[in-house]
C-alpha cells in the first residue's frame, strides 16, 4: 500500500473519521450526538474492513453495531429526559486549544504508525471481492478458531442470563 | 475508449436505472394504492386529475413540492434535518445489489445486470437496510414531540424483534443454494416455477414476508405511524419536502422489499416457464419484464393486505414477533440444516415446511382461541 | 383454523374490488334530495305577485341562532308589497348563523318563509354569506304560488 495511493487517501479519510468521532463520544455532552458518533466510527471501522480485504467482517459490523448501537440510542432516551439529555458535567477539556493540538499530534501519529503497519502487513493493490469466499471464512471459524468462537458465544450467552436475572429481579 | 471511463460509464448507467426504477416506483405505487384501496372500498379512487386519475401523484407532488418547509420551535436542528435523508438513502443503496436482469453482452463485454455484484450481496442488503431504522428513530427524537418520540421508539423495539425473525428465515435459503450471492440464487432458480424457493422454503417465505411487512412498517405492523393513537407517529412534525422523502422511503422501500422477496422466493428475473437467457439486451429487457411483473403482484398484495387487515395491538405485535415468528424462524433453520445435511430431496423439504406451517397454523389458532375463550 | 380465516378475509376484499361503485361523481352527478331537505331559505309570493310576508318577526324572535333580521314598514294601500298592513323592508339572514333547523318556516303565519331544496351555499366571504330578500324572493316570472311544490317540513 503506497503512501500515496488511493487506497491510503481512503484510509486516512476513514481512520481520521473513525478517531474524531471516538472523541466527540467520549467528549460530547450531547448523549444522542454521542450516540450517533458512535454509529459513524463503526461505520468507518467498517470501511477500513473493506479496505483490508474482508467484506465480511466489515458487513457484520454494520449489521450487528448498527443494531446494538440503537438499544444504546433508546436507552439514553428512555432513560434520560430527552429534553434534558444534555449531560452536564464540566469537562477537563475546556480547554480547547492545547487539547485540539494534543489529539491532532495523536491523530497525525497514529496515520503513520498503522500505515507502515498495513504497508508490511498487507500489499493489496485493489478491491478483490471476487476472491473472498465465504466458505472459506466459515470453515476457519469452525476449525481453526473454534475455540474462540465457543468461548464468545458462551460469553454471548452469560450475558444473556445476566440479563434476564437482572431483569427478573424487579 | 478508456477502460476505467467504460468501467465507470456502465456503473453509472446502472445506478442510474436502479434509482429510476425505485424512485419512479413511488408516484406510480401511491396512485396504484390509492386506486386498489378505493375499489376495495366499493369506490373509485383518484379520478379527477388525467385520464382515470394516473396524474394524480404528480399533481401531488407539485403541490407538496411549493409547501412551506415548517421547522418547529424546540426541534434538535441538525437530526431533524438529518432524518429524512436517513431513511431515504438505506433504502436506494439496498436496491443496487438486487439483480434486475441476466448478464447482458454489450459491444463484448458481460455486464451482469445489478449494480453491485459480490459474493456478499445479500448481507450487505441486511446491513444497509438496518440503517434506515436510525432516520425514523431520529425523526421521532428531534421533533420534540411525545408522539413522534413515541413512533420512533415502536419502530425501533419493532425493527428489532422483527429483523431476527427476518434474517433467521432467510438463513434456510441460504443453506440449500449455498451461497450469499444474490445473482447465483436467482440462477439457482432459473428453468420454470417448481423451481423457485418458495416450494423449496414454504415455511421460510411465510416467516419472511411477516417480518418484510414489519420492516416497511406496512399495515398490519405499521405502528410507528398509527395515527389513531399517535396522531402522524415520527413524521407528525414534518411537512413539504422533508415529509415527502419519508413517504417516498416508505413506497420505495415496499418496492425494494418486493423485488428482494420476488428475487429470494419467486425466481427473480426467470421467467416462470423454463427460459434460457442469452446474453442480447433484449433477454436482458425480458429479466427486468418478469422482475417488474413480479414485485407488482407482491405490491398488490401489499395493499390488499392494507386494504384487509385492521392494525395489530403492540403486545400483540411483540408476541407475534417474539413467541411465534421467532422459533418458527428457529424451527425452519434446524430442520433446513438437518435435511440439507441428510441430503434430501427438494421437494421433501418443501413438503415438510408446508406441513409446518399448517401444523403450527393450527397450533397457534388453538392457542389464540383458548385464550379468548379464558378471557372470555 | 388461522389461515382459512385469513383467506375468507381476504377473498372478501378481493371480491369488493370488482363490485359496482356506490361513489356519486358530485359535481355532474347528483343525488336526489329528500322533499323534506331543509336547504336556504326561500321567500314565497302569492299568485297575484305580492309578497307573503307581512313582517310580523315572528321568525326572528323564533330564530334559536338569532339569524334573521327584519324591518318592517307600513304599506302603501295604493301599491301594497304584501296583502296585509305591513310589509318586509329589509329581510336578512346570516347563512353562517343558521342552522338549518327549520323553525321559521314553522313560525311563519303566512307561509312565507320556507326552507328550499339549495345547499351549496360556499362563499370565499363571509359578507356574501348575508342574504337578503333579493336572493330569497320567488322570482315573479318563476311562476308564484310555486311553494307547494315544497312542501312544510314535518320536524319532530
Known sequence: ?170 | MNEFLLDTLIIVIKIGVVFGLVIGSVPVLVLAERKVLGWMQVRPGPNRVGPWGLLQTLVDGAKVFFKENIIPDGVEPLTYRLAPLLVILPVLIAASVIPFGPPVKIAGREIPLAIADFDLSLLFFFAVATLSVYGIVLAGWSSNNKWSLMGGLRSSAQMFSYEITLSLSIVGILLTSGTFRLTAIVGQQSGGFWHWNVFLQPLGFVLFLLAAIAEVNRTPFDLPEAESELTGGFHTEYSGMRFVMFYMSEYSSVFVMSSLIATLFFGGYNPPFPYTFGTSWFDGAIGLFWLLAKIGALVFFFIWLRGTLPRLRYDELMMLGWKILFPLAFLNLIFTAILVALNWPGWLLGLVGAGALVLTDLVVSQILWRRRRAAG | MLLVELIKGFSVTLRHMFRRRVTVQYPEQRRRDAPIFRGRHRLQRYADGLERCVGCALCASVCPSEAIYLEAAENDPTNPVSPGERYAKVYQIHLLRCIYCGFCEEACPEDAIVMGPEYELAADARAKCVISKKDMLTPREAGFGDYETFPAPRIG
Not at chain 1, 448523549?31 to 458512535?38: D, E, G, P, Q, R
Not at chain 1, 448498527?66 to 429526559?81: D, H, K, P, Q, R
Not at chain 1, 473454534?146 to 424487579?170: D, H, Q, W
Request: glycine share 4%.
Open chain 1, 1 to 170: 500500500m503506497r503512501l500515496l495511493s488511493l487506497q491510503y487517501a481512503f484510509y486516512a479519510f476513514l481512520a481520521t473519521l473513525a478517531i474524531l468521532s471516538a472523541a466527540y463520544v467520549a467528549f460530547s455532552r450531547k448523549t444522542v450526538y454521542a450516540v450517533l458518533a458512535l454509529v459513524v466510527a463503526m461505520l468507518s471501522l467498517a470501511g477500513i474492513f473493506l479496505l483490508i480485504q474482508s467484506p465480511f467482517a466489515a458487513l457484520i459490523q454494520v449489521f450487528v453495531y448498527a443494531g446494538a448501537i440503537l438499544v444504546l440510542f433508546l436507552y439514553v432516551i428512555m432513560l434520560l429526559n430527552p429534553r434534558q439529555a444534555d449531560v452536564t458535567i464540566r469537562s477537563v477539556f475546556e480547554n480547547r486549544g492545547p487539547f485540539l493540538a494534543a489529539a491532532g499530534v495523536f491523530v497525525a501519529g497514529f496515520f503513520f504508525l498503522t500505515a507502515k503497519w498495513l504497508l508490511t502487513v498487507y500489499t493489496v493493490e485493489r478491491f478483490q471481492f471476487e476472491e473472498f469466499s465465504l466458505i472459506e471464512v466459515a470453515s476457519r471459524l469452525l476449525t481453526d478458531y473454534l475455540l474462540p468462537f465457543e468461548l464468545t458465544s458462551i460469553l454471548l450467552l452469560m450475558a444473556i442470563i445476566g440479563a434476564v436475572l437482572i431483569a427478573k429481579r424487579n
